[in-house]
Nanobody, 117 residues
């Protein structure tokens, strides 16, 4: 059974940094994309950043230059380095992986990030 566990969230002051991790276990297949989404109260879930198995990345305009996504394929783990955090970055952050062969997606349970002004 595939499980994704996010960690690294917490409370930080504006201008601070956090590093999120997403560890996937029970994976017996090749992972294509690893992605981070976030959902703020009253808002739709939005894509923050994604990375392919080849290392290509994409970012939401709102986080470009501040957030960096990376992955360790040997550990089936994705990371999201978040710098210069702002109150508008406050949200629950979710990890998602996409299976290469079938495009089936798996989600984590989310980790709360709160940025105080």
């Amino acid at each position: 059974q595939v499980q994704l566990v996010e960690s690294g969230g917490g409370l930080v002051q504006a201008g601070g940094s956090l590093r999120l991790s997403c560890a996937a276990s029970g994976v017996s297949f090749s992972i294509n994309r690893m992605e981070w989404y976030r959902q703020a109260p009253g808002k739709q879930r939005e894509l923050v950043a994604g990375i392919t198995n080849g290392g290509s990345t994409n970012y939401a305009d709102s986080v470009k230059g501040r957030f960096t996504i990376s992955r360790d394929n040997a550990k089936n783990t994705a990371y999201l380095q978040m710098n210069s955090l702002q109150p508008e970055d406050t949200a629950v952050y979710y990890c998602k992986i996409v299976r290469l062969a079938t495009a089936r997606a798996y989600w984590g349970q989310g980790t709360q990030v709160t940025v105080s002004s």
